[in-house]
């Protein structure tokens, strides 16, 4: 029920992404198999993480929109979202083919994943929330 | 009236948690206690409860007044406060860590006994007097960098290692339980101290060490609890055990 109604919170937020909710935060902090919902709501926080990165929002919700709410946040995918939102030039094979495979490959280059997970890994809150932390870490000085 | 005034102070400073408080001394972006199941904002100068969960948002930070000490909450952190008690003789304060990073700076009061720790899923951290930095994520499990004093880091799987300042250390979530030894980049003290060298060596050379000497090397809790007061540093290790 929490599920759907995150789900629903997600996506009929009208006008664009709404401001980070710290409410969301510790919901998502307590999800153990995260949605692309999810990351979505963590959008707004990955935009704060980035102060003056022109067009950062709408390439995020562009990039959402290549999936399903309910579908799996696995790693690959969330690396995928935020590597075409950030516009990530670190990879070559990224750049090349831009293909979620790349995409986690560069964030694992860049330290923002660990080596030893996999793209296909379901998230859960606990690392969807570090892994917006750690690309502030990460991209914070591109701004 | 005086005299009762003078009388429910010193009762009140000698009754335990009489002042025990939580002030939010300096605050960034978006911050929030969730205090009741319910989350409030927190604004400069307000006072939270002990027990509180603190949250922080992207690009977000807090900074807490906790008895003799600081807390400084970063981006996208997590943290539960508890435990928190001072009086006239000790300072007890404990901050469980579920995501993000913290960063603590504990003054060493004479004749005050400070206990402070940052648990975390992995391991717990545990100093009297010192100023470090605490993070955790699943991914890169826990990371404890020190910049003065000597922490004392318990892995949730047993096993206690000493962080001096300048030095870090890492306790991976899927780790194999560490050895007891530590790690200094003081050169100094090692050149010193032949045995602090072997002591506060990577756990790989400590091990290598072991092996050409038979083992000597090896140092239990209690040896490293008296080999580390003399070791230049200011702090004092208290040696904690978290239990899986």
Redesign the interface.
């Known amino acids: 029920m929490r599920k759907f109604l995150l789900v629903c919170l997600a996506w009929c937020a009208v006008g664009g992404l709404r401001a ?1 909710s ?2 969301d ?2 919901a998502i ?1 307590d999800e153990r198999a995260c949605s692309v919902a999810e990351l979505r709501l963590m959008a ?3 935009v ?2 980035f ?1 003056g990165m022109d067009g950062l929002e709408s390439r995020l919700e562009e990039a959402l929109g290549r999936y399903e709410p309910q579908d799996r946040l696995t790693k690959a995918r969330a690396g995928y979202v935020v590597a075409k939102a950030l516009r990530l030039r670190t990879s070559i094979a990224f750049v090349v083919l831009p293909i979620e495979r790349y995409a986690f490959r560069a964030l694992v280059l860049d330290g923002v ?2 080596n ?2 996999s793209g296909g890994d379901v998230m ?1 809150g ?2 969807l ?6 690309l ?1 870490a990460a991209y914070g000085s591109r701004e | 009236m005086k005299k009762l005034a003078a009388f429910a102070a010193a009762i009140a400073m000698f009754s335990g948690s009489a002042f025990a408080e939580v002030t939010a001394t300096a605050v960034k972006g978006t911050v929030g206690a969730m205090v009741a199941r319910k989350m409030q904002p927190v604004a400069a100068g307000m006072k939270l409860p002990d027990d509180a969960t603190i949250v922080t948002g992207a690009n977000s930070e807090v900074t807490l007044a906790i008895n003799n000490g600081t807390l400084t909450l970063k981006s996208l952190t997590t943290a539960k406060l508890g435990g928190i008690s001072m009086t006239a003789t000790s300072s007890t304060a404990a901050v469980a860590l579920k995501t993000g990073t913290v960063v603590s700076e504990v003054k060493q009061l004479q004749g005050l006994k400070t206990s402070f720790t940052v648990t975390t899923p992995v391991g717990t951290s545990s100093v009297r007097g010192t100023t470090h930095t605490v993070s955790y994520g699943p991914e890169r499990g826990m990371s404890v960098s020190v910049a003065s004093g000597v922490v004392a880091v318990s892995s949730a799987r047993g096993g206690t290692r000493p962080v001096v300042a300048g030095s870090s250390y890492v306790q991976s979530a899927g780790a194999a339980p560490p050895q007891v030894s530590t790690q200094s980049s003081q050169a100094a003290q090692e050149a010193a101290r032949p045995g602090a060298a072997q002591a506060f060596a990577p756990a790989e050379e400590a091990a290598q060490a072991a092996q050409s000497d038979g083992g000597a090397s090896e140092l239990g809790a209690e040896a490293l609890a008296e080999l580390l007061p003399s070791s230049g540093t200011t702090g004092t290790v208290n040696v904690s055990l978290a239990f899986p």
């Open positions: 980070q710290l409410d935060i510790v902090g707004p926080a990955i704060a993480s102060p994943f660990a030893t997970s859960d606990i690392e929330l570090d892994f917006v932390a750690r502030g």
